[in-house]
T-cell receptor, first 115, second 115 residues
């Protein structure tokens, strides 16, 4: 069966500090990978998605970046955090193509507080 | 293009009462439709999905949803609410081609269950 891991679970960082959030998927090959953010009381905001190693698409201009160094690893980074980066970050995976339905499966999330 | 509208950011019901969460969608092709549930400080969990088979879809925890093409709706129902159903619910649409990669999510509906 497939599983998805995110870490850390919670993080408190000062403004201007760097960020690295990691997501790994087990039990599937060549998944589509996604990073979402939920600000307090708001819906899901798609930040990045990737359909393969080294292939990253950005949905929103911001001070965040994403990388996919391995097939089942997706990393969200920032060089300098802003207060507005606070939120709940969710990683998700899906499989596309004939016979698949683009169902997304979500990780447990990382709660980031920027002070 | 695809879009999702969830009517009502908050729905309040009494324990044992019918739950009805509304979702309307637009899609230029036959869609795949999803309902996800999110408990506090957790990731999203798939409740059920419609993928062009039976129009009445049964999911986990006693929830079901009916795809109505003429109304472009995919409302979520449960005959009798439990306290444990209190959560955020998201409707999502994917343009059913298996190659769209990115479902569109609604803004979410918070279900409040009163004793």
């Amino acid at each position: 069966s497939q599983t998805i891991h995110q870490w850390p679970a919670t993080l408190v960082q000062p403004v201007g500090s760097p960020l690295s959030l990691e997501c790994t998927v087990e039990g599937t090959s060549n998944p589509n990978l996604y990073w979402y953010r939920q600000a307090a009381g708001r819906g899901l905001q798609l930040l990045f998605y990737s359909v393969g190693i080294g292939q990253i698409s950005s949905e929103v201009p911001q001070n965040l970046s994403a990388s996919r160094p391995q097939d089942r690893q997706f990393i969200l980074s920032s060089k300098k955090l802003l207060l507005s980066d606070s939120g709940f970050y969710l990683c998700a995976w899906s499989v596309s193509g004939v016979g698949h339905t683009d169902t997304q499966y979500f990780g447990p999330g990382t709660r980031l507080t920027v002070l | 293009a695809q879009s999702v509208t969830q009517l009502g950011s908050h729905v309040s019901v009494s324990e044992g009462a019918l739950v009805l969460l509304r979702c309307n969608y637009s899609s230029s092709v036959p869609p795949y439709l999803f309902w996800y549930v999110q408990y506090p400080n957790q990731g999203l969990q798939l409740l059920l999905k419609y993928t062009s088979a039976a129009t009445l879809v049964k999911g986990i925890n006693g929830f079901e949803a009916e795809f109505k093409k003429s109304e472009t709706s995919f409302h979520l129902t449960k005959p009798s609410a439990h306290m444990s159903d209190a959560a955020e619910y998201f409707c999502a649409v994917s343009e059913g081609t298996g190659g769209s990669y990115i479902p569109t999510f609604g803004r979410g509906t918070s279900l409040i269950v009163h004793p």
